[in-house]
């Protein structure tokens, strides 16, 4: 995989026409991406060192571009043979309705390349994965920092 991906491919995404999706984690501008997050309403605010830790971690980072700016996310992890989960697809909102979640989605797919992919998404987003194949899944648990606010939040019942 190389560093910088500007070709469409089969993604569908007319509207990305002309971006940059890279792979590269050198280039990202940790608050920017921490800004990103919190215009798309990406849940809660990330301290910018402890997010650029998480991606790092991480087995797929993908950053799309509209010249300098980063307009654009996703991450999944994996262990490269059976499992993958997605994290962090976030678009900026003036960007949104355009393919770019879509095109970061079956980028991040193809590149995982695994028999299963989780997702942890936010609420009200389920219609937009489905069309990926995502299904609702009658099993997955998770332990909350704050049980409560998650409940609130919708994200537990």
Do not use: H
């Amino acid at each position: 995989m190389t560093s910088a991906d500007t070709t469409l491919g089969q993604d569908g995404a007319g509207g990305a026409a002309g971006l940059d999706f890279s792979w590269d984690v050198e280039r990202v501008d940790w608050p920017a991406l921490v800004a990103l997050f919190e215009r798309a309403k990406l849940g809660r605010r990330r301290e910018p060192e402890r997010l650029e830790t998480a991606f790092r971690n991480s087995a797929l980072c993908l950053f799309v571009y509209a010249g300098p700016v980063l307009i654009g996310v996703g991450r999944a992890l994996s262990d490269g043979v059976s499992r993958a989960a997605l994290y962090d697809v976030a678009v900026l909102p003036e960007y949104q309705g355009r393919g770019i979640g879509q095109a970061i989605v079956r980028r991040l797919l193809a590149a995982a390349n695994v028999e299963l992919t989780m997702l942890y998404a936010a609420p009200g987003k389920e219609a937009f994965y489905a069309q990926f194949g995502f299904r609702r899944m009658r099993t997955a648990m998770a332990i909350m920092p704050d049980e409560a606010d998650a409940r609130a939040r919708g994200l537990i019942e």
